[in-house]
């Protein structure tokens, strides 16, 4: 079973850019399909990015096309979200999320979750 742990967030402005990093352990990373969800307050908890555990496939949300990468690192068992050009809208707590099989958006498919890491852009 894997263990996620997610790092990165912070308070930017408007514009901004940041790096979150999802370091895994406990399992064999390179099998897992790895996801970002984020929830802002008194939201559901939504799909941002996934990405196929060798890279090949990645799918984003419509809100994030364009702005935001997802990428992985197997060598070094971590997923990164690059957010560039962010927006207050992108506030949220964000959350990186595993499963053995195929790329998923679908939180539910997903037993494996980080702690979360608070994202803030200010305006």
């Known amino acids: 079973q894997v263990q996620l742990v997610d790092s990165g967030g912070g308070l930017v402005q408007a514009g901004g850019s940041l790096r979150l990093s999802c370091a895994a352990s406990?399992?064999?990373?390179?099998?897992?399909?790895m996801g970002w969800f984020r929830q802002a307050p008194g939201q559901e908890r939504e799909f941002v990015a996934a990405i196929s555990w060798n890279g090949d496939s990645t799918y984003y949300a419509d809100s994030v096309k364009g702005r935001f990468t997802i990428s992985r690192d197997n060598a070094k068992n971590t997923v990164y979200l690059q957010m560039n050009s962010l927006k207050p809208e992108d506030t949220a707590v964000y959350y990186c999320a595993g499963r053995e099989g195929v790329i998923s958006t679908r939180r539910y498919e997903f037993p494996y979750w980080g702690q979360g890491t608070q994202v803030t852009v200010s305006s």
């Open positions: 406990g399992g064999t990373f390179s099998k897992y399909t």
